[in-house]
């Protein structure tokens, strides 16, 4: 009689961080006093056990709080030494380097994200400073404050295009790798409108930074404050405005034949200098909490990744500021040098740096929003 074929099943190994992420869920599940506090607790609820795939989905669903650390009665110096913050933190730092494309530039960039932000930004503002000074255009050239006698519109986008699209589609290929795992983890329902909308709401208010009560995230100590989310709020909408203006730009350029540069107040004028303050502000926030982070909320690991995130977004709009306001001085031609360069390595560290962070947490809310909509697969009645 013939042996039906056996096929044994692969369980991934997981990492010392992963291990410790599900023996410190495996409390908490026993406990549940910090079920109200995010989305995380709810999630854990619907587990007995704790795989990889949704160990990722649980540390990227993690805002880093701090909340359930200063009010787990387990906490440090307790003997169970649960502090989910940093458990998840250090998770979370590994998916950003197990999902890079590819993999190589991940582990380059979390290790020196600082350094490698800046010198990366330097370098190719200083490129561009040498090739302008070959031309003789450096200070004082006779350009009208039009920057395209200097750098011609097709030049630009030769040299932007090509990184762009690429940091594109390097994050696309991580984030579907990511959301491919964490889908087989969290039911594999399919998206569905109603759990969209709850997402793109969580995402949009940032309603996680909250601390479960809305009184906000611990930072350098057991306080609670509003200012982690409002400085991220400056940010991202910040970040979004003038990426709204380099869009209206384009289609002025393309579809309308309206050739910059662009008078105040001008459509992309107005988003570009909106976004450049909120974004400058924002950054300033974010550096100045970073660095008094408390190192029990465990995102000491991610500082450098941090760090030369928010430095890149500040030299952006730093630089972006600085050439709207110098455009009709001698010092146009270094002040667009830096701003492009600034600009093309923001570009070319997208997909390796803390960028990611927020379109992984969007694909863990998402997941999130479909799953608790599921049947409890561990409640009463279940199916």
Not at 69 to 89: D, G
Not at 96 to 125: C, E, F, I
Not at 181 to 200: N, V, Y
């Amino acid at each position: 009689m013939q042996q039906p074929e056996s096929r044994s099943r692969v369980i991934p190994i997981l990492t010392a961080h992963e291990a410790e992420v599900g023996r410190q869920m495996q409390i908490c599940n026993s406990c549940r006093y910090c079920e109200g506090f995010c989305a995380v607790f709810p999630a854990m609820t619907r587990r007995l056990e704790f795989g990889k795939a949704d160990i990722h989905f649980l540390a990227n669903l993690c805002h880093n709080c701090g909340a359930c650390l200063h009010s787990c009665q387990y906490a440090p110096p307790h003997e169970f030494a649960v502090n989910v913050p940093k458990a998840m933190a250090q998770v979370r730092g590994q998916t950003y380097v197990d999902y890079a494309w590819p993999p190589a530039l991940g582990k380059l960039y979390q290790r020196n994200g600082l350094t490698l932000s800046v010198a990366l930004a330097a370098a190719l503002s200083l490129f561009l400073v040498m090739a302008v000074a070959m031309n003789g255009t450096l200070w004082n050239a006779q350009l009208g404050g039009n920057f395209y006698r200097l750098f011609p519109h097709n030049l630009l986008v030769g040299l932007f295009a090509p990184v762009f699209l690429f940091a594109t589609f390097a994050l696309a290929m991580g984030v579907m790798r990511f959301w491919r795992d964490i889908t087989s983890a969290t039911s594999g329902a399919p998206l569905s409108a109603p759990a969209a909308a709850e997402a793109a709401d969580a995402v949009l208010r940032l309603k996680y930074l909250g601390g479960g009560h809305g009184e906000g995230c611990n930072n350098e100590d057991d306080a609670y404050a509003l200012s982690r989310r409002r400085f991220h709020h400056l940010t991202f909408y910040g970040f979004m405005l003038c990426f709204a203006a380099t869009s209206v730009a384009t289609v002025y350029h393309y579809a309308l034949g309206w050739v910059a540069p662009y008078e105040f107040p001008s459509l992309p004028k107005l988003l570009g200098v909106a976004g450049g303050i909120s974004l400058t502000l924002g950054t300033i926030g974010l550096w100045r909490l970073n660095r008094k982070r408390h190192p029990l909320h465990g995102d000491l690991a991610q500082k450098p990744m941090d760090l030369g995130f928010i430095a890149l977004l500040f030299l952006t709009s730093v630089s972006g500021l600085a050439l709207w306001l110098g455009r009709a001085t001698p010092a146009l031609a270094v002040l667009l040098c830096l701003h492009l360069g600034a600009v093309m390595a923001l570009f070319a560290t997208l997909p390796y740096g803390k960028f990611a962070h927020g379109i992984f947490r969007t694909a863990s809310l998402l997941r999130h929003a479909v799953e608790k909509r599921r049947p409890n697969p561990i409640g009463l009645g279940a199916d």
